[in-house]
């Protein structure tokens, strides 16, 4: 490996494990100038690797884009995640349910006995739903975006504009202060956003791994979502950012989940 891309690769790393980081602690920590740095966060910018923020920069999120691949990712976090999704949902709420691999472990854990009409353009969500004996499941029309089996599009979103949720749960690709809440698809972000705005109380259920990255379209800024649900991956100092922004954090454990 060439010198520069050694050195590039480790402000990756840094940026990984702290998320948002200034040119000037990048410098530090490396021994180098920060012009030097400011040219290497162009060149990684231009390659899709971070997004250069004012000052520094956020690391990019490194998402699978297909169901499946998703699916084999962080399935205790999912779960720990989904089981205190479920605790928020009361009798007879209408409850918004995004699409993703996060969301379908939400729909895989409301108990019988939970009585609750979701909304949802999540189809692997809607067919885990057919089956439980108290939820009503209204599936939102429009385009199957086939790799992440969900409904996109304007009709989806015109749909959406005409309903209003007691509670909304939504995924999320990347979430940090300066940027907000992001996806990696364009389309998925219309379908966020028109979510949020129909939700009394709107939740982002992200994995730790997540938080502090950047994904290229935003949907949401801090103060547009109430509450986020992430497991003990979560770096402390991105979790005190966003409540320090009035959002309630909720840390799961999966080490409680059976």
């Known amino acids: 490996m060439k010198l520069p891309d050694a050195r590039r690769q480790k402000i990756l790393d840094l940026l990984n494990h702290h998320g948002e980081l200034q040119a000037s602690a990048l410098a530090e920590k490396l021994g180098i100038s920060e012009d030097t740095v400011r040219r290497d966060l162009i060149r990684l910018e231009s390659t899709g690797m971070l997004r250069r923020v004012r000052g520094g920069a956020i690391p990019r999120s490194q998402v699978p884009l297909h169901h499946q691949e998703r699916l084999g990712r962080t399935g205790e976090s999912k779960r720990a995640i989904a089981a205190v999704a479920v605790s928020l949902i009361r009798q007879d709420d209408v409850v918004g ?58 009709k989806v979103c015109e749909e959406l504009r005409t309903m209003a949720f007691d509670i909304c749960f939504i995924g999320a690709a990347a979430a940090n202060l300066t940027t907000g809440f992001s996806s990696i698809d364009y389309d998925e972000i219309q379908v966020k956003r028109a979510l949020a705005k129909a939700a009394e109380r709107s939740v982002c259920v992200i994995s730790g791994e997540k938080m502090g990255k950047h994904s290229p379209f935003s949907y949401a800024a801090p103060g547009d979502i109430n509450d986020i649900i992430t497991d003990g991956d979560a770096p402390a100092d991105d979790i005190a950012l966003f409540k320090s922004e009035g959002v309630n954090v909720i840390v799961a454990d999966h080490l409680t989940q059976k």
């Not at 939400?106 to 969500?125: E, K, S």
């Not at 809607?126 to 385009?143: F, N, Q, S, W």
């Open 97 to 154: 349910l995004d699409g993703g691999t996060t969301t379908l472990a939400i729909a895989q854990a409301i108990p019988p006995g939970l009585r609750c009409t979701v909304v949802t353009n999540n189809l692997p969500a809607a067919m885990t739903l057919a089956g439980h004996p108290d939820v009503e499941v209204i599936v939102l029309g429009g385009k199957l975006f086939k790799p992440a089996m969900d409904m996109t599009g304007h």
